[in-house]
């Protein structure tokens, strides 16, 4: 692996990361570390600025079958922006037999803080700049879905998206204050992609509520009438 300069294209590091081909890569938000994932199923941070292995994640035991890791995504702490989390597909050698898994690890250290089993493989995974969303894509039948990146709950699924596996996965940047964008009405948007040659585009509809003020100002405003009805009629 080479590391390069951008925009002045000269070489910062370069790293043997596996005797394999690699499937995925992704640097992590402030420019410290790589994450890759070989052909042969393992998944390793390393450090860009010495070059050096800083953690290999492990994989869940074998008592279920043989497991591999797929994709590796970075995507930023939501209430700490300072810290790292690193998103992962881990898939079955027998799809067809044992089940899936999301991983996410969160630096610096890189622990393993969260795990959610999925239903099918998965072939794509994206994560939203504000990192609050993640999205994955189906191996087998085209489905995706969006989860809340924290706690790895589904947010929503959405079937038969393509008619074959999904290629790839990407969250559109957040909208400029009065530009026209897909995101007007929506929370965020992740497209897909697939080799059936079709791009779509799917929205996070934006969650309609009250503010903590309001709501607040609202039970106070509640407590103060009870205890003048109270008064009044002298309960």
């Known amino acids: 692996m080479r590391v390069w300069n951008f925009p002045e ?3 910062k590091s370069k790293i043997e990361i596996s005797k394999k081909e690699v499937s995925d890569m992704d640097i992590s938000t402030d420019k410290k570390y790589v ?15 010495d070059g050096k292995l800083s953690c290999s994640l492990d994989l869940p035991a074998e008592d279920e079958g043989k497991y591999v890791y797929k994709r590796c995504k970075f995507g930023v702490v939501e209430d700490k922006r300072s810290i790292d989390r690193l998103f992962v597909i881990v898939n079955p050698t027998n799809y067809k037999k044992n089940k899936s898994y999301l991983q996410h ?14 239903g099918e493989t998965l072939s794509a995974l994206a994560i939203s700049r504000c990192g609050k969303y993640l999205a994955v894509g189906s191996m087998t ?8 990146s924290f706690s790895l709950q589904r947010l929503k699924h959405i079937p038969q998206v393509h008619k074959t596996f999904v290629t790839g996965l990407a969250f559109l940047p957040p909208a400029q204050p009065n530009e026209e964008s897909v995101l007007a009405n929506c929370d965020a948007a992740v ?12 929205c996070i509809e934006k969650t309609t509520g009250i503010s903590m003020w309001l709501a607040a100002t609202l039970v106070v405003i509640v407590l103060i009438g009870t205890f003048v009805l109270c008064s009044y009629f002298d309960i």
Request: aromatic content about 8%; some cysteine; overall charge positive.
């Open 35 to 49: 994450s890759c994932v070989s052909k042969d199923g393992k998944c390793k941070i390393w450090n860009i600025g």
């Open 141 to 148: 039948n085209g489905d995706i879905d969006i989860y809340i």
């Open 191 to 202: 497209v897909s992609i697939s080799i059936d040659n079709q791009i779509k585009i799917h």
């Open 9 to 11: 294209m000269k070489l």
């Open 105 to 118: 690890w969160t630096g610096p250290s890189f622990s393993l803080t969260k795990v959610a089993p999925v």
